[in-house]
């Protein structure tokens, strides 16, 4: 059975922590908790050592300095410790060659790692559709329909859901030279980047695997 390291902050309230847990147990995955307040590569490879895959959870916001620009909007929860870990353990895991799954922050992340740059805020440039402040952080109530690219891997993962749920006010504005864009909103923001071994959703498949199986499909890639 593959052990599934999950990345969590500090602030994560435990409710969502266990819908990552729950996710990995029904895809037929050992969960392993792994803080972000880890520091130092030799303990985070230690930390990292014994996990066959790794799920990058969601979050608060990454710093626009990793991405080489300056803060133009109000940023959520920017924990830079987390920032520096994560970055450290997506080096590590791809250098050994080990599956990432990241969703929402966790695919920004990804992102940002492999040198992509994000959109710092939906709102303000027009993107109104992915965030509801009316409900709390994380459990991703707003649905909006999704398209992707026909014989990806995002698109046999979806199996034929067009609608996902949605929690986010930044997106993955330019992926970098080694993620490929392969879903999008049906107002063009990029749902989804992939590459051998790296899979990043911007949506939330955890929060609807009660409701429908095929969300689960991207945690049973992770444990394969």
Same mark, same amino acid.
């Given at each position: 059975m593959s052990v599934i390291g999950i990345t969590v902050g500090p602030t994560e309230r435990p409710e969502i922590v266990a819908s990552y847990v729950n996710a990995v147990q029904r895809a037929g995955g050992?969960?392993? *908790?792994?803080?972000?307040? *880890?520091?130092?590569?030799?303990h985070i490879e230690d930390a990292l050592r014994g996990i066959d895959s790794l799920l990058l959870s969601g979050g608060g916001d990454i710093h626009p300095s990793l991405y080489g620009e300056k803060q133009r909007t109000t940023l959520d929860s920017i924990d830079r410790p987390r920032d520096k870990m994560e970055m450290i353990a997506i080096d590590i895991m791809i250098r050994s060659d080990r599956r990432i799954l990241g969703i929402c922050r966790g695919a920004q992340m990804l992102a940002?790692?492999?040198?992509?740059?994000?959109?710092?805020?939906?709102?303000?440039?027009?993107?109104?559709?992915?965030?509801?402040?009316? =409900?709390?952080?994380?459990?991703?109530?707003?649905? =909006?329909? *999704?398209?992707?690219e026909s014989g990806t891997h995002v698109d046999r993962i979806l199996s034929g859901l067009e609608l996902v749920s949605s929690h986010h006010h930044q997106a993955i504005r330019d992926p970098g030279t080694l993620l490929v864009p392969t879903a999008w909103a049906d107002?063009?923001?990029?749902?989804?980047?992939?590459?051998?071994?790296?899979?990043?959703?911007? %949506? =939330?498949?955890?929060?609807?695997?009660?409701?429908?199986?095929? =969300?689960?499909?991207?945690?049973? %890639?992770?444990?394969?």
């Open positions: 050992t969960p392993l *908790i792994i803080p972000t307040s *880890i520091s130092g590569v030799d940002v790692a492999t040198g992509g740059t994000l959109v710092q805020d939906l709102p303000s440039e027009g993107f109104m559709n992915h965030f509801d402040e009316n =409900h709390d952080r994380g459990y991703a109530k707003r649905q =909006h329909q *999704i398209k992707s107002d063009g923001v990029i749902e989804a980047v992939e590459a051998p071994g790296l899979l990043g959703l911007q %949506w =939330h498949p955890e929060a609807s695997v009660d409701l429908d199986e095929r =969300h689960l499909e991207p945690f049973r %890639w992770l444990t394969r």
